[in-house]
C-alpha cells in the first residue's frame, strides 16, 4: 500500500502521524507549511482542494477529516488494536473524535487567528479570551472523562493520539492547563511515547 501523510509541524496533523507510527504503517510524510501558508498553494489545492492538513493520500486515492482518517487507520492495521473492539465503545470513541474536531478544536483555531473570524482588531483579545474561556469549559469535561484512566479506553486508541493534540496545542497557545491534572497527565505519558517523541522531532530539513 503506498500512504502519503501532508502534515505540518504543530498542526492537527499531528495526531494522524502518531496513529500512522502506533500502527506500524509504512508511509511517506510530506510537509505543508502552514506557517509558509503552504496548503494555499495550487499544487497542494490540487490535491487537497480543503487546503488543509492533515491529508492522506493512499493509493492514489485522498481522504481528509482527522476522524475518518483515525478510523481508517485503526481498520486497516486492526492487530494494533487503535478502537475499542466492544460496538459501544467503538461509537463512544467515534463520538470522542467527533467532539475533539468539531467542538474543541474550533476554539484553537479562534485563538490562535482572530483575523479569520473578525477584521476589526480592536474586537480580537474578546474573541481569544471567550475562545480560550470555551476550550477550557471543555477540558474540564475531558478532564472528568480521564479521571483515573491511564487512557480513554482500556488500551491506548486512536483518541489519545487525538487528545495529546488538542492539549498540545492549546500550550502552544500559553494556556495554563495545570488545573486539568488527569489531562496533564495523559499528556505527560503521551511525551514518553516514541510514535509522539518522533513527531514532535521531525521538523523539514
Ligand atoms: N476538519 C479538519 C480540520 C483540519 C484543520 O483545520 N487543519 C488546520 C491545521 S490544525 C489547517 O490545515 N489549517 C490551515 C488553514 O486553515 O489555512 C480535520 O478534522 O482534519
Redesign the pocket.
Known amino acids: 500500500m503506498d500512504i502519503t501523510l501532508y502534515h ?1 509541524p ?4 499531528m495526531a ?1 502521524y502518531i496513529s500512522l507510527l502506533e500502527a506500524g504503517a509504512v508511509f511517506d510524510v510530506k510537509f ?1 507549511l ?1 506557517k509558509n ?1 503552504d ?2 498553494s495550487p499544487d497542494y489545492a490540487a490535491i487537497n482542494p ?6 492522506l493520500v493512499i493509493d492514489g486515492k485522498g481522504l ?4 475518518a ?1 483515525q478510523t481508517w487507520i485503526a481498520e486497516t492495521y486492526p492487530e494494533a488494536n487503535l478502537l475499542p473492539s466492544d460496538s459501544w465503545k467503538h461509537k463512544q470513541a467515534l463520538s470522542h473524535m467527533g467532539w475533539f ?2 467542538g474543541i ?1 474550533q476554539h ?2 479562534r485563538h490562535f ?1 482572530p483575523v ?1 473570524f473578525c477584521a476589526d482588531t480592536n474586537a480580537h483579545a474578546d474573541i481569544k479570551e471567550k475562545a480560550r474561556a470555551m476550550y477550557m469549559e471543555q477540558l474540564a469535561l475531558v478532564e472528568a472523562e480521564l479521571m483515573g484512566k491511564t487512557w480513554f479506553f482500556d488500551h491506548f486508541t486512536v483518541c489519545d493520539s487525538y487528545f495529546f ?1 488538542i492539549y498540545d ?1 492549546a500550550l502552544t497557545e500559553g494556556f495554563d492547563l495545570s488545573e486539568f491534572k488527569s489531562c496533564t497527565d495523559h499528556y505527560n505519558r503521551m511525551r514518553e511515547r516514541e510514535s509522539v517523541q518522533k513527531v514532535l522531532t521531525h521538523k523539514p530539513d
Open positions: 505540518s504543530g498542526a492537527c496533523s494522524t505543508i502552514l501558508n496548503q494555499t480543503k487546503k488543509k492538513v492533515p491529508f481528509s477529516e482527522n476522524i482518517m474536531g468539531s478544536h484553537l483555531t487567528k479569520k493534540w496545542r
